[in-house]
């Protein structure tokens, strides 16, 4: 029994930074359309699909993505909301209440956007309780390494701890300052010049990045429970390279080390192995899952980057429960 | 929309070596019950569930499985066939026959044994076409590593190609011999003291083992056309251990990789960096896909084992469709 019934969902894509953007121009060639997408100011709505590469040429000379705005995005004959906005803490707005709208029309939800699950997970499987439509977010956990469909797999009950290397950008500097033997502000402005980190890098070297991931990651293993005030976070801002130079002389390194288990979640720097699973260099990132019977895995890849991170996010499209019948707004 | 439907499968296990024993011990705890197993002599079946342990426990001291030929386990009340008899070539029976006759009673098949989808694909797929039933296999691939579950995820369009260390048997020696500078003759013996290769090793060090698995995924990848006859293969039986060091000497080291794309299937030595990705040590598999969209991911775990083997085969059970009604035999 093989079928394909998963094809040819149309897409509502909120959000056009890089992840909204690739998943728009990205999702002919998996097969489905993208019949809104929005930005803060302005939206496209066509029911009979965007044309992706028009909208975008005129978007990058500075034209509005269309003439709608964006609230018509909900009255689009969307199956599949994409959440792309930014992540926000504390009550995840206005996230949370894209993917709740989604949910109370009986459409699926996707997320990018790490705010409502890891902030207001509970209350989110609550209206996808009620409602014909699922929920997956893949791509708010390790970009385009397949985190939660690991999980999913092995079923959760059967994953006792997942940690890793989680925050590209932080990885980059610590991995810069053992290879070259330069100071923290010397590598992070390399890697603002490089675009590797943002103008404002708070968050990646602060640990809250690498924190929202665990506290997803944890609410699956546990069904909920976890916020971010519940993990413990601390950064990167305060390595000395020199000690990043003693772990060298001792065959070990430093790494930006999440942890998430249904006992909490924390992150922090912390000494690997130098030739060991953990320590990936530069941008990559790698999770590390402890199972009950099949010992330990591991998953290394591109933990962010907008066609990386859009390939997760196509990839839980390609997995929801068959077609939910919405024709029409 | 969240359901349990996947859970409280009724399963009928052939074979009853490390792998079928292990299934047949995890059932339980996975929600699902066992309601036929058998080894190549005789059967256990009941339509209310085996007990698992007392028909071990009784096996354990050289009596019978249970009471009933073989050929009862087709009778039984089962939804989900797994077949774990030892893997053959050409042919691929008996395998092929198990896995043919779950399809045509519309049952749900999931193999452990690579002869049937190695080896005729295409004919297993004309099957489960016309079959209410679905065909599964990753725990023919990598043990307990989700190998065909990420192809899968990122859909096998989006992946180019699959390389890897597929075979633990081979990388331990490998391994051993570049740590301690002993001679092949000298490591395989040890391993086969140890319990990490069999009695015959044969299929392990030729290539065999790794190309069957490159196959299978190349018939993923492709959607049929390759079998083994169409595989590269060359072993580790030659390598001196003088080739090792002078690898070493250069920062790589020896591996047996085996690669499938859409054009082929290939399985020789290769020399891989001492530190890099590839070079997993011991009896532990790493596989590497190269995606369209998503970059390079890597997964790397036990790539055998009783247990690791069958969370594979319970986390297919855990994702085949919803249950097709069977009530009876």
Redesign the interface.
């Known amino acids: 029994?093989?079928s394909d019934s998963n094809v040819g969902r149309r897409l509502a894509i909120l959000g056009a930074g890089a992840v909204g953007r690739?998943v728009a121009e990205?999702a002919g060639e998996?097969g489905h359309s993208v019949v809104a997408i929005t930005d803060s100011s302005d939206a496209a709505v066509d029911d009979s699909g965007i044309d992706v590469s028009r909208t975008f040429a005129r978007y990058d000379r500075d034209e509005p993505l269309g003439s709608a705005v964006p609230e018509a995005i909900f009255e689009s004959a969307y199956d599949v909301l994409i959440e792309a906005t930014p992540t926000t803490l504390d009550d995840a707005e206005p996230g949370f209440t894209h993917a709740r709208r989604a949910l109370e029309t009986d459409r699926h939800a996707v997320l990018a956007n790490k705010g409502p699950v890891a902030e207001r997970y509970a209350e989110l499987?609550d209206f996808?309780?009620e409602?014909?439509?699922?929920l997956r977010f893949?791509a708010t956990v390790g970009g385009?390494?397949?985190v939660l469909?690991?999980i999913e797999?092995?079923?959760p009950e059967?994953v006792s701890t997942v940690r890793g290397v989680l925050n590209g950008t932080a990885n980059f500097v610590l991995s810069r300052m053992a290879a070259e033997g330069l100071d923290y502000d010397h590598v992070l402005a390399e890697a603002q010049d490089l675009g590797v980190a943002e103008a404002d890098p708070t968050f990646d070297v602060d640990g809250t990045d690498a924190a929202l991931k665990c506290v997803i990651v944890a609410n699956v293993l546990a069904d909920g429970g976890f916020s971010l005030e519940d993990a413990t976070v601390e950064g990167i801002e305060a390595i000395p390279q020199s000690a990043l130079d003693l772990a060298t002389a001792d065959g070990q390194t430093i790494r930006l080390i999440g942890e998430a288990s249904r006992d909490g979640v924390r992150v922090a720097p912390r000494l690997v192995p130098e030739?060991g699973?953990l320590s990936v260099t530069g941008t990559r990132n790698i999770v590390q899952f402890e199972?009950r019977?099949?010992?330990?895995?591991?998953?290394?890849?591109?933990g962010a980057?907008g066609?990386?991170t859009?390939?997760?996010v196509l990839?839980d499209v390609?997995?929801l429960?068959s077609r939910v019948g919405v024709d029409g707004g």
Chains 1, 2 share one sequence.
């Open positions: 029994m093989r690739s990205l998996y499987r996808e309780r409602s014909e439509g699922s893949e385009a390494i397949p469909s690991t797999t092995y079923s059967a030739h699973p199972t019977h099949a010992g330990t895995l591991h998953n290394s890849g591109p980057g066609p990386e859009a390939s997760a990839a390609d997995r429960p």
